[in-house]
């Protein structure tokens, strides 16, 4: 990108810059590490407008690296909760778990400022070891998240994704670089991530208000709609059972560990089946849930989730049993009263499943 594109950019970035809750009003100061890296990760997958108010929430409760590692790994999940891909919080975790442990002889806790020293943390890649060095440190880092790399391919009519190869990735790490390669690369960087959400935007792209648009080659060519080329997704379908295992002194059964998903967290335990399989406990199911303790079965009706590829249909099964729940329990099973139990589960999955069971009380 040649320096009078780069001039129009930053000159376009300072007119339209949004104000957002991360991004200080002076678009030339050094920002907090800390808030970079968790609005840069929340922003992974996420809208803009779903995370600001997360992004603020989570800085109240977790205003620093270090309060972040001491909190649980539930109540990270539950600040989460509704951001998806909970991997990311699980990381984000154990990654200031090992910044504090790491840093224990310092009076501040801080993250690295060097490329190599972020991208051993777990979740933080390329981009984001790139983004924190940018608009943190104001360092010459490049950055390439998906809006740079949509801009890069109109902008240099790039028929290939960078996920294609190793040599299609270093085609736009290249481009990446040459815009990092100035004083101000904390700002065109931003700017082009902008840029990518407000104006080059996957669908109707608005062209005509571009500041890169006398130099963007398939705006010139007239075929902005053929860039970049698409990626399919196969969806998968998934269907099962969820099981709302309730005691008779009214708690509610969850699970970590052993399921097709939230192998990580507390959630309902989850069982895939048939669409016409009958109703009732399958053999599988008989590891969580003692037949001979069962005092009733309900069916509670499905409700329907998706989880990254997955297009889930789930059947609600809700069992009530004959004996209080156990007070001592291995690691991985915790018995949760019930009501509580919509504060505990951080994961949408379970508590849509607790809603059937709500909804079917409702009723009666």
Not at 22 to 40: K, M, N, Q, T
Request: net charge positive; proline share 5%; charged share 30%.
């Amino acid at each position: 990108m040649d320096p009078q594109s780069l001039k129009k950019l930053r000159e376009w970035f300072k007119k339209n810059a949004a104000k957002l809750p991360w991004r200080p009003a002076d678009l030339d100061s050094l920002r907090d590490p800390y808030a970079v890296w968790i609005s840069e990760t929340m922003l992974q997958q996420t809208q803009v407008s779903t995370v600001q108010d997360y992004f603020v929430r989570w800085m109240k409760r977790f205003p620093d690296v270090k309060t972040l590692a001491a909190a649980s790994e539930e109540e990270v999940f539950r600040h989460w909760q509704g951001l998806g891909y909970y991997s990311r919080a699980k990381n984000i975790l154990k990654a200031a778990k090992a910044i504090t442990l790491e840093t224990r002889s310092s009076d501040r806790v801080h993250l690295p400022d060097s490329r190599k020293e972020l991208e051993v943390l777990p979740g933080i890649g390329a981009y984001t070891a790139g983004a924190i060095l940018s608009l943190a440190y104001h360092q010459r880092e490049a950055i390439l998240d998906g809006n740079l790399v949509r801009i890069f391919s109109r902008l240099y009519a790039l028929d290939y994704l960078p996920t294609e190869s190793r040599e299609a990735a270093e085609v736009y790490w290249d481009y990446a670089r040459k815009v990092a390669a100035s004083p101000k690369a904390y700002m065109h960087n931003e700017a082009l991530m902008e840029l990518g959400r407000t104006v080059c935007k996957v669908k109707n792209p608005d062209c005509r208000n571009c500041p890169l648009r006398s130099s963007c080659r398939s705006a010139l060519e007239n075929r902005v709609a053929e860039f970049p080329p698409a990626k399919k997704h196969p969806q998968k379908d998934w269907h099962g059972t969820v099981l709302v295992v309730e005691s008779a002194d009214h708690k509610i059964l969850a699970v970590r560990g052993g399921q097709k998903f939230f192998k990580n967290q507390f959630a309902l335990p989850h069982f895939e089946s048939a669409r016409n399989a009958p109703i009732g406990l399958t053999l599988e199911m008989e590891k969580i849930v003692r037949p001979d303790r069962v005092k009733s079965t309900r069916d509670c009706g499905i409700f329907k989730h998706g989880i990254t590829v997955h297009k889930m249909e789930c059947r609600v099964l809700h069992i009530s049993l004959d004996t209080n729940a156990p007070k001592h329990t291995p690691p991985e099973i915790q018995w949760v009263k019930i009501d509580e139990a919509k504060e505990f589960f951080a994961n949408s999955f379970s508590l849509k499943a607790l809603e059937r069971l709500s909804d079917l009380a409702d009723k009666a």
